[in-house]
Protein backbone atom coordinates (compact mmCIF):
# COMPACT_ATOMS: atom_id res chain seq x y z
CA UNK A 1 0.00 0.00 0.00
CA UNK A 2 1.07 3.48 0.41
CA UNK A 3 2.62 3.05 3.60
CA UNK A 4 4.90 0.70 2.38
CA UNK A 5 5.43 2.42 -0.47
CA UNK A 6 6.99 5.91 1.58
CA UNK A 7 8.63 3.35 3.89
CA UNK A 8 10.55 1.85 1.21
CA UNK A 9 10.97 5.26 -0.67
CA UNK A 10 12.79 6.74 2.60
CA UNK A 11 14.63 3.48 2.81
CA UNK A 12 15.86 4.15 -0.60
CA UNK A 13 16.95 8.16 0.17
CA UNK A 14 18.49 6.60 3.46
CA UNK A 15 20.63 4.21 0.92
CA UNK A 16 21.03 6.51 -1.72
CA UNK A 17 22.50 9.24 0.38
CA UNK A 18 24.80 6.46 2.35
CA UNK A 19 26.26 5.72 -1.31
CA UNK A 20 26.73 9.13 -2.17
CA UNK A 21 28.27 10.50 0.71
CA UNK A 22 30.62 7.35 0.77
CA UNK A 23 31.61 7.57 -2.75
CA UNK A 24 32.06 11.60 -2.92
CA UNK A 25 33.94 11.31 0.69
CA UNK A 26 36.77 8.65 -1.24
CA UNK A 27 36.53 10.72 -4.59
CA UNK A 28 37.61 14.40 -2.50
CA UNK A 29 40.10 12.55 -0.35
CA UNK A 30 42.97 13.72 -2.40
CA UNK A 31 42.02 16.89 -2.17
CA UNK A 32 41.22 16.63 1.34
CA UNK A 33 44.57 14.74 2.17
CA UNK A 34 46.53 18.14 0.70
CA UNK A 35 44.63 20.71 2.43
CA UNK A 36 45.90 19.10 5.96
CA UNK A 37 49.67 18.58 4.86
CA UNK A 38 49.58 21.90 3.65
CA UNK A 39 47.93 23.35 7.48
CA UNK A 40 49.92 20.88 9.34
CA UNK A 41 52.92 22.44 7.83
CA UNK A 42 52.86 25.49 5.96
CA UNK A 43 56.09 26.58 5.17
CA UNK A 44 56.83 23.08 3.83
CA UNK A 45 54.95 23.79 0.44
CA UNK A 46 54.80 26.62 -2.33
CA UNK A 47 51.30 26.21 -2.71
CA UNK A 48 48.65 23.85 -3.48
CA UNK A 49 50.51 22.48 -6.40
CA UNK A 50 53.52 21.80 -4.89
CA UNK A 51 52.02 19.59 -2.07
CA UNK A 52 50.02 17.75 -4.84
CA UNK A 53 53.51 17.04 -6.48
CA UNK A 54 55.23 16.02 -3.51
CA UNK A 55 52.45 13.76 -2.08
CA UNK A 56 52.04 12.09 -6.00
CA UNK A 57 55.91 11.48 -5.92
CA UNK A 58 55.64 10.04 -2.40
CA UNK A 59 53.51 7.75 -2.44
CA UNK A 60 51.95 7.70 -6.04
CA UNK A 61 48.39 7.63 -6.83
CA UNK A 62 47.34 5.25 -3.18
CA UNK A 63 49.22 7.79 -1.41
CA UNK A 64 46.51 10.61 -2.52
CA UNK A 65 43.93 7.98 -1.18
CA UNK A 66 45.63 7.13 2.12
CA UNK A 67 43.15 7.65 5.15
CA UNK A 68 40.09 7.27 2.39
CA UNK A 69 38.84 4.88 4.82
CA UNK A 70 38.45 6.72 8.01
CA UNK A 71 37.38 9.80 5.83
CA UNK A 72 34.10 8.09 4.06
CA UNK A 73 33.88 6.26 7.97
CA UNK A 74 32.36 9.69 8.96
CA UNK A 75 31.21 11.30 5.80
CA UNK A 76 28.69 8.23 4.88
CA UNK A 77 26.92 8.03 8.63
CA UNK A 78 26.86 11.91 8.33
CA UNK A 79 25.08 12.01 4.93
CA UNK A 80 23.11 8.49 5.99
CA UNK A 81 21.29 11.23 8.24
CA UNK A 82 21.71 14.41 7.30
CA UNK A 83 20.18 14.38 3.46
CA UNK A 84 17.33 12.64 4.08
CA UNK A 85 16.11 14.54 7.04
CA UNK A 86 16.93 17.53 4.53
CA UNK A 87 14.40 16.10 2.21
CA UNK A 88 11.63 15.13 4.97
CA UNK A 89 11.61 19.19 6.14
CA UNK A 90 12.08 20.21 2.82
CA UNK A 91 8.51 18.36 2.05
CA UNK A 92 6.91 18.83 5.14
CA UNK A 93 7.50 22.83 4.27
CA UNK A 94 6.69 22.46 0.30
CA UNK A 95 2.89 22.38 1.67
CA UNK A 96 0.68 24.58 3.77
CA UNK A 97 -2.82 24.23 4.90
CA UNK A 98 -4.47 27.88 4.20
CA UNK A 99 -7.79 26.59 5.74
CA UNK A 100 -11.38 26.34 4.66
CA UNK A 101 -9.69 23.13 2.38
CA UNK A 102 -7.29 25.06 0.39
CA UNK A 103 -3.53 23.98 0.61
CA UNK A 104 -0.76 25.68 -1.00
CA UNK A 105 1.81 23.55 -2.89
CA UNK A 106 5.30 24.64 -3.94
CA UNK A 107 7.77 23.53 -5.98
CA UNK A 108 11.27 24.06 -6.47
CA UNK A 109 12.31 24.34 -3.26
CA UNK A 110 10.06 27.57 -2.66
CA UNK A 111 12.33 30.27 -4.22
CA UNK A 112 10.75 33.01 -5.60
CA UNK A 113 11.05 34.39 -8.86
CA UNK A 114 12.20 37.81 -9.64
CA UNK A 115 10.26 39.58 -12.53
CA UNK A 116 13.14 39.67 -14.76
CA UNK A 117 14.29 36.20 -14.41
CA UNK A 118 10.70 35.01 -16.76
CA UNK A 119 10.77 31.88 -14.21
CA UNK A 120 7.62 29.85 -14.40
CA UNK A 121 5.16 29.66 -12.12
CA UNK A 122 6.21 27.43 -8.65
CA UNK A 123 3.07 27.18 -6.26
CA UNK A 124 -0.25 25.75 -6.89
CA UNK A 125 -3.48 26.49 -4.42
CA UNK A 126 -5.87 23.14 -4.45
CA UNK A 127 -9.31 23.00 -3.34
CA UNK A 128 -11.20 25.46 -0.76
CA UNK A 129 -12.74 27.41 -3.76
CA UNK A 130 -9.45 29.75 -4.32
CA UNK A 131 -8.87 30.17 -7.71
CA UNK A 132 -6.33 32.95 -8.52
CA UNK A 133 -3.51 34.40 -6.41
CA UNK A 134 -0.39 37.04 -6.65
CA UNK A 135 1.98 37.63 -3.66
CA UNK A 136 4.70 40.05 -3.94
CA UNK A 137 7.50 40.41 -2.33
CA UNK A 138 10.19 43.85 -2.78
CA UNK A 139 13.54 42.23 -2.48
CA UNK A 140 15.28 44.38 0.82
CA UNK A 141 18.37 44.43 -1.18
CA UNK A 142 18.16 45.00 -5.35
CA UNK A 143 14.54 46.31 -4.94
CA UNK A 144 12.59 44.39 -7.49
CA UNK A 145 9.49 42.73 -7.04
CA UNK A 146 9.42 38.90 -6.42
CA UNK A 147 6.37 37.14 -6.69
CA UNK A 148 4.13 33.97 -6.96
CA UNK A 149 1.19 33.89 -9.39
CA UNK A 150 -1.56 31.26 -9.75
Keep these: GEEGSAGSSQLDE ?3 AAIAGGVTGYLTNPMDLVKTKMMLNPSAFAGFGDAWRRTMREG ?10 ARVSYIMPFCTFYLPVYEIIKRKLETVSLGGGAVLEVRGGAQARSERGRRRQIASIRGGGQESVRA ?11 FVSF
Excluded at 60 to 69: D, E, K, P, S, T
Excluded at 136 to 146: F, S
Design 14 to 16: IIA
Design 136 to 146: EHRHPLRGDRC
Design 60 to 69: GIAGLFAGAG
